[in-house]
Each structure stands twice: as structure tokens, then as C-alpha cells.
């Protein structure tokens, strides 16, 4: 890896475009302008990585000034503009000052402005103020982060003298003396964290002390909110390495921090005011076991059972990876509850909604896989010794909706942290899938009902209601059985076999 970025052809024009752009602005008002693209792009390009994250800083204006001269200078030489986005800042979501976001001959551009931070003691905003290149480079997270690439001289600039070195060797560092990093802004921690596991870098020593301090595992609790904390996790949830990000999570006692435990931590089934003993604590070594077995599972390449789930499942698919790490993360939570104001909730499906602040539908997604899984479990072993009821089956896959896949997968990777051997494992939810499969149960869970509630009703002299519920139920288990059976044949089981005992 050189010091020196090789441009594609894209990106040389949009470069030399950039580049007149200053030029004009130089005429026009006899100051030197600078322009410089910042921070992830020149690190991955420096990698042999392509990357779409241009972000092109300048010293002199701000960067929705610099956008409008873009913006201005292209439409005068006859080039496809695109609105200018002006971007405030919401120091809430880490955006500490306002950026402006164009397209530039294809390509999505974002521009800031260099710029120095002052922090005060008890937050983690900063007085934000236009700065050198140097100062820009400090008060970034890590060193490989901080580097620039000068569109004049075509040159990369290490304003902290550490950057060009630290990705040569694979390290990660802060640029500035680290205990005061992070207690400044404590999401560098996490971000730390995110970063070395995704390219699989060292942590530098002092780094890793500071890390391991209690006031600025503190500090990440206290200054930091859930919103930021969930969008590191779920950056480390679906990167390339999140058996390394659980693990240095593990390494650096930030469990419990990063995944808060809802209130009122207890049991599956108990009672509001039955919380767990103190010393039930969620145990962070299941998290990483979990993790490691439901990519054993996944495999690099697909499985045998990941190929033979449905297509429609897209088993092998980065959406089902990311919900499998994120239920393996959480697996201290199965089987647990909080309270949820006057009522229990699944443990993991709080955490995931109120610590980490994640979608509904992941929340509720993370707890399903906890609930389906031994249930998918008992049921991949009775396929693999016989035959079993397809009412049984279909149940199930009603029951679990579009995630029983998910479910079967969390299943197998929970046999093998039990100890079972991988072939076995396989070959018993194997048995399951196929099982599925062969009897058409797949998409059980969209099943209709040959005869509906208000037709079953009036069948059993009563109105729609409450009460005809379980007999739904038992019409589609009527249906499960019966394959071919027929809404005459329905409606003649209903008279026939519910009818006499019913009492509405």
C-alpha cells in the first residue's frame, strides 16, 4: 500500500471539476481555496477499496457555500446540476455542523468545512469553529480516519503523522491522547470498537487501556444516546466481522452498556414483581458463543441448509445474516422478561426497542427467534426419527409466520453451542426444512380459511365474535389435515364435530 491514491476515471474528472471550481472562486475573490476529500474515502482507496463516501472539505467557506459554487459553476458551463441539500446541525445524531449535499457529475457529494472542536465538561457537543488540517485530523476518531487527499497536489496528507503508518501495520489509535478522546464524546468507543472489527485491526495499547476504564464505560451511559448506540450496533451487527465486534465488546466489560438491561430483569412467565436474583446477570459469553455458531451455520459459503430453505426466504441473504447476529447477540436475554410499564415483555425485545432503539420490526423479529427456536428444535428432532402430523407442522410455520427459517437456523446454531456435532446438527433441521416443504407448508402462515368467522357463525347460530376464534383454529387444523379437502367438506366437519358441543 502506497502513500499515493489511484483515481478512476470518474473520479479524476469529478477531482479536475472540483479543482476549476476553487480556481474560479480564486479569481473571483483573490483568496487561496484548498480542497481536500476527507476520512473514510482516502482510507478504503489507500485499501485497494472502492468507496462512494466523498465527503470534500474546505478551508476557507463553508461547505454550503463551496456547494453552491459547484452548483453554480456547472450550470454555467452547461453541466446537469442537482438541487444543493443544506444539512443543519443535530448534535443529537453526531452531525455537529452543517454540511451540504449535492450530486457532482453522477456522484453523491457531501461538503463540510475543516473545522476544530472545544468540548465542555459534562457533554459531548462540542464549540465547533472553522479549523487547520491539522486540527481537523485531531479531533477525528482514530488516525486511519483523520487522512486527506489534497485535489491540487494529488497527494495524501497525514496531519497526525500516525495515519499512513497505522493502516500499513493495521492499527487503531486516536489521534489525541486517548482517555480524553473519549471522555470528550464517548461514541468513539464504539466506534473503535467498529472499525477494528471491520477491517480486523489491532487496537493500539493505550487506546485499549482507556477503553477499558470504568468512567468512560460511564461516560458512554451517560452522554450517549441509545439512537447513536443502536446505529454502531447495528453497523456491527452487519459488517464483516461481528464475531470480532462481540467479542471486543466482551473484552472491554461494555455488555451491559451497550445492551442495558430493561427493569425489573426476570424470568420467562414471571410476575411483574418477581424479578431475577442480582446475580442472574446477562452472561456476554453466551452472546459471542451464539454469534460464532450462527455463522458456523451460515457458513461463507451456503450450507446445505441454507440452500435448501425456500428461495423466497433468502436464507443466505445479508438481511437474514444481520437478524441472526443481532438474536445472537441478545441470547443472555432469551427466555428472560422486563417490565413494560404494567406488563411483561420478552427481555431482548426491549432491549433491542428501548437500549438500542432499532425498528419495531427488529425488536420484535430478535424475540420471535428466542420464542420459535426450541419450539423448532423439539420439532427438527421428531422429523428426523419419523413422520410427523402435518396439522403439527403447519401449526408452526402459522405460528412463526415468514420467520420460521430464521427460527430453524437460530435452532441449529444453539444445538451446536449445546455440543451437538455439526453433520448432526445439520441433518436433524434439515429433516425439519424438508419436512416443511414437502407437505406444502411453507407459506402455511398465509393460509385462509376455507369457511371464515361470519360464515362459521351462522353455522353455529351464533354472532361473530370472541368465541369463534378456537373454532377457526380448528378449522385450519381441520385444513392442515386435510389438503384436498373442500369448503362443502368444511362446513360439514364444523356441523358435524363442532356444532353439537359448542356453547358460544
Not at 218 to 233: P, Q, T
Request: aromatic share 6%; proline share 6%.
Amino acid at each position: 500500500m502506497l502513500a499515493d491514491i489511484e483515481l478512476t476515471p470518474a473520479e479524476h474528472e469529478l477531482c479536475a471539476l472540483l479543482v476549476r471550481v476553487a480556481d474560479h472562486v480564486e479569481q473571483a475573490q483573490q483568496q487561496a481555496l484548498t480542497l481536500r476529500i476527507a476520512g473514510g474515502w482516502v482510507r478504503d482507496k489507500l485499501l485497494g477499496q472502492q468507496s462512494h463516501d466523498l465527503d470534500v472539505a474546505v478551508d476557507r467557506m463553508s461547505g454550503y457555500e463551496l456547494a453552491q459554487h459547484v452548483h453554480a459553476y456547472m450550470g454555467a458551463h452547461g453541466l446537469a446540476t442537482h438541487a444543493v441539500a443544506r444539512i443543519s446541525e443535530n448534535p443529537a445524531r453526531s452531525k455537529h455542523l452543517e454540511t451540504a449535499t449535492t450530486r457532482v457529475l453522477g456522484q453523491l457529494v457531501d461538503f463540510v468545512h475543516l473545522r476544530s472542536e472545544t468540548y465542555v465538561d459534562g457533554t459531548r457537543i462540542p464549540r465547533v469553529a472553522f479549523g487547520t488540517p491539522a486540527e481537523d485530523a485531531r479531533r477525528r476518531d482514530i488516525t486511519i480516519n483523520a487522512l486527506f487527499y489534497n485535489l491540487r497536489t494529488r497527494r495524501v496528507e497525514d496531519f497526525t503523522g500516525r495515519g499512513l503508518d497505522d493502516l500499513r501495520a493495521g492499527v487503531v489509535r486516536t489521534p489525541m491522547e486517548p482517555a480524553q478522546t473519549f471522555a470528550d464524546d464517548p461514541l468513539r468507543v464504539l466506534r473503535v470498537l467498529r472499525f477494528a472489527s471491520r477491517f480486523g485491526y489491532e487496537i493500539e495499547a493505550r487506546t485499549a487501556a482507556a477503553l477499558a476504564l470504568p468512567e468512560i464505560r460511564d461516560a458512554l451511559a451517560a452522554k450517549i444516546s441509545r439512537e447513536r448506540v443502536g446505529v454502531e450496533v447495528d453497523k456491527m451487527a452487519a459488517g464483516a466481522r461481528p464475531l470480532m465486534s462481540i467479542e471486543l465488546v466482551r473484552r472491554f466489560g461494555l455488555y451491559d452498556t451497550v445492551f442495558a438491561p430493561p427493569a425489573q430483569l426476570g424470568r420467562d412467565g414471571a410476575d411483574a414483581g418477581e424479578p431475577d436474583e442480582p446475580a442472574a446477570e446477562p452472561d456476554v459469553t453466551c452472546a459471542v458463543e451464539m454469534t460464532q455458531c450462527v455463522l458456523r451455520i451460515l457458513g461463507s459459503e451456503p450450507t446445505e441448509l441454507v440452500a435448501r430453505v425456500p428461495p423466497q426466504f433468502a436464507a443466505g441473504s445479508a438481511r437474514m445474516r444481520r437478524l441472526l447476529v443481532l438474536a445472537a447477540y441478545l441470547a443472555p436475554y432469551a427466555g428472560r422478561t422486563g417490565a413494560d410499564r404494567k406488563r411483561r415483555a420478552p427481555a431482548a425485545l426491549l432491549v433491542v426497542r428501548d437500549a438500542l432503539k432499532l425498528p419495531a420490526s427488529d425488536a420484535a423479529a430478535v424475540a420471535a427467534v428466542h420464542a420459535l427456536a426450541p419450539r423448532v428444535a423439539a420439532m427438527a428432532a421428531a422429523c428426523r426419527v419419523g413422520a410427523v402430523p402435518r396439522d403439527a407442522l403447519g401449526r408452526l410455520v402459522r405460528d412463526a409466520g415468514e420467520r420460521w427459517p430464521a427460527a430453524a437456523l437460530y435452532a441449529a446454531a444453539a444445538a451446536l453451542r449445546a455440543g451437538s456435532a455439526h453433520c448432526d446438527v445439520e441433518q436433524t433441521h434439515l429433516a425439519f426444512v424438508d419436512a416443511v416443504c414437502a407437505a406444502g407448508l411453507a407459506e402455511a402462515y398465509a393460509f385462509k380459511h376455507l369457511v371464515n368467522g361470519r360464515d362459521a357463525a351462522a353455522l353455529l347460530g351464533c354472532r361473530p365474535g370472541p368465541a369463534i376464534k378456537p373454532v377457526l383454529d380448528r378449522v385450519m387444523d381441520w385444513q392442515l389435515r386435510n389438503p384436498a379437502g373442500s369448503e362443502r367438506e368444511c362446513r360439514e366437519f364444523i356441523l358435524a364435530e363442532i356444532a353439537p358441543g359448542f356453547r358460544p
